[in-house]
């Protein structure tokens, strides 16, 4: 059973990493619909989509502050891909000044907005997670295991990081894991054979997981939900083209993400409360 959707942007360039605020009143996302990767942001129904900020970089996978109006996310301006925040209020980017040579990506702020998660490239095929205070300080590797490991972040609680990896897999897959903070425990949330990224703990309590999936004999990804315990696993989406990048709306009724629709990647809202009868699945086509 898959789920009303909504495309909230509809550009012949891509859109992709969408993320509300934490009223759920604003979408930010990363754009190259001007020849660069931007970040822009727009209403929660697709409406006023502008630039936060113009720049003659590279400025990519936007996050959100837990509660205050500052965007993270990562640019090419220094030569190397680097963390940066963008503060409304004062309308600044500053580097986030970590002491670590490399490429940093998917940089997320912790709950308490005082952290910061993060994936460094060592080499083309090891990607570590590092953790950090918000101005680079305590630097610390919490995952390293000479795989690919990306797109870390918290559950509410910021007891736990979410992530996936290609360990355990020959490096012919990604699946889900989790690492407690606390305890140093690590937990596995999906198997070889689904294939599985980009995971994002649900708002309320981090009672759930959205991420994306290749299961079966499927050739491309979908969207799916499972309980923290990676159990009752459900699909979200039916489509026979590419979603990815699932992200919760604050009270967890909706979910952004970002699907290949009319040639381009989109930025898509799935309203969790609504389910489709099978008859009348969305089915959206490729168009190259």
Not at 30 to 41: A, C, H, K, V
Not at 57 to 71: E, G, L, Q, T
Not at 193 to 215: F, I, Q, T
Request: aromatic share 12%.
């Amino acid at each position: 059973m898959g789920y009303k959707e909504e495309l909230l942007t509809n550009t012949n360039a891509d859109n992709r990493y969408a993320s509300y605020n934490k009223e759920g009143s604003k979408i930010v996302f990363e754009s190259n619909r001007d020849g660069l990767w931007q970040i822009y942001i727009m209403d929660k129904n697709g409406g006023h989509q502008k630039p936060l900020f113009k720049s003659k970089a590279n400025d990519r996978r936007p996050s959100w502050h837990p509660y205050k109006d500052i965007v993270l996310f990562e640019s090419d301006r220094s030569g190397t891909s680097e963390i940066y925040t963008y503060s409304f209020e004062t309308n600044t980017i500053d580097k986030v000044p970590i002491n670590l040579e490399g490429h940093k990506s998917f940089a997320r702020f912790a709950p308490n907005g005082v952290q910061v998660v993060f994936s460094h490239k060592e080499s083309v095929d090891i990607f570590d997670i590092y953790m950090c205070s918000n101005k680079g300080k305590r630097l610390k590797k919490i995952i390293s295991n000479k795989h690919i490991n990306l797109y870390p972040n918290f559950t509410p609680r910021g007891d736990n990081v979410i992530y996936y990896s290609n360990r355990n897999t020959q490096g012919e897959s990604n699946i889900i894991y989790t690492y407690n903070i606390i305890t140093k425990d690590r937990d596995r949330l999906s198997y070889f054979k689904d294939h599985s990224e980009y995971p994002n703990w649900s708002n309320v309590r981090g009672a759930r997981v959205a991420y994306s999936a290749k299961v079966d004999d499927m050739t491309h990804s979908e969207i799916f939900i499972m309980h923290n315990d990676a159990r009752h696993k459900t699909q979200v989406t039916y489509n026979d083209v590419k979603d990815i990048l699932p992200a919760w709306s604050p009270n967890d009724i909706n979910l952004l993400i970002t699907g290949y629709r009319n040639g381009y990647y989109q930025i898509c809202k799935i309203f969790l409360k609504e389910p489709l009868s099978d008859k009348n699945k969305p089915l959206h086509h490729q168009q190259i």
